[in-house]
């Protein structure tokens, strides 16, 4: 991570982009996390465009929160979203509490949209659901859109 930012840092590219949204942008948080788990359905997404939908989570019991994470990532439902799934631990995430998180990626904002939705209405999201405010408790939800994507080559 350190090596892909000290190249990013120093392109030229780099620089003309963030003076450029530097113009019309405010930051609001940022963010620090490790990633403990990942569903690969669709290995192209994650280019200009993309669409990004993360939620906050603090876990209440932590053994049967990654218990019951574990269940969901490894559904049916999970493996049928049109993008991928990630989900970890937060580090830092500015003011908005947590110590988890989740996140659903598609190749755009319809596609997004509409697979969160058909997860959630799914019988093993339903499952997971039936006692989860027992053991974690939804902190925050963001979704963002992909504008440029800088990395290694």
Known sequence: MA????MSNGSDDRAEFMEAMSEVITVETENVFSQTHAVWNQEDVGGPGSALMIFGLT??????FMAALEEIIDSDAAKA???NLFAGQIIAMGL?????WVSFMAKD????????ETFMASDDFAEYAEDADEFRRVESRTMSQAVLVQGGE
């Open 3 to 6: 090596a892909n930012m000290a």
């Open 59 to 64: 876990a209440l019991d932590p053994a049967r």
């Open 81 to 83: 979203f049109p993008g």
């Open 96 to 100: 908005t509490p947590g110590t988890h």
């Open 109 to 116: 904002v319809e596609t997004l949209l509409n697979g969160v």
